[in-house]
Nanobody
Framework: QFMESGGDVVQPGGSLRLSCTYSGAPLDYYGIGWFRQAPGKEREGVSCISSSGAYTNYTSAVKGRFTISGDHAKNTFYLEMNGLEPEDTAVYYC?????????????????WGQGTQVTVSS
């Protein structure tokens, strides 16, 4: 079971750190992804990290502002978000998908959290 936390209401330019934890044994061969869904829009991928943590990727809209990190030893991953903009307002989800190479992102995600709300507003 995946669970997100850390969502809040922040002003433009502010920062938040989202956490994603899961229960059970470490999913050593699973990559982790962060997704978001804004009202009236489809869910989109924000960032992902490979099972080893050696590879990360970001959608262009957040590149340079968001940082994904974490490791399976602690069953915890993070999405550090800086320079938040109103366009970042959305429900943010973390998910886990099988990724055995350690050098890419999962292509299918099997485990999903319930989401955490991020609102950027003045």
């Amino acid at each position: 079971q995946f669970m997100e936390s850390g969502g809040d209401v922040v002003q433009p330019g502010g920062s938040l750190r989202l956490s994603c934890t899961y229960s059970g044994a470490p999913l050593d061969y699973y990559g982790i992804g962060w997704f978001r869904q804004a009202p009236g829009k489809e869910r989109e991928g924000v960032s992902c990290i490979s099972s080893s943590g050696a590879y990360t990727n970001y959608t262009s809209a957040v590149k340079g502002r968001f940082t994904i990190s974490g490791d399976h030893a602690k069953n915890t991953f993070y999405l550090e978000m800086n320079g938040l903009e109103p366009e970042d307002t959305a429900v943010y989800y973390c998910a886990g998908g099988y990724e055995m190479t350690g050098w890419g992102c999962a292509t299918d995600y099997h485990y999903w959290g319930q989401g955490t709300q991020v609102t950027v507003s003045s």
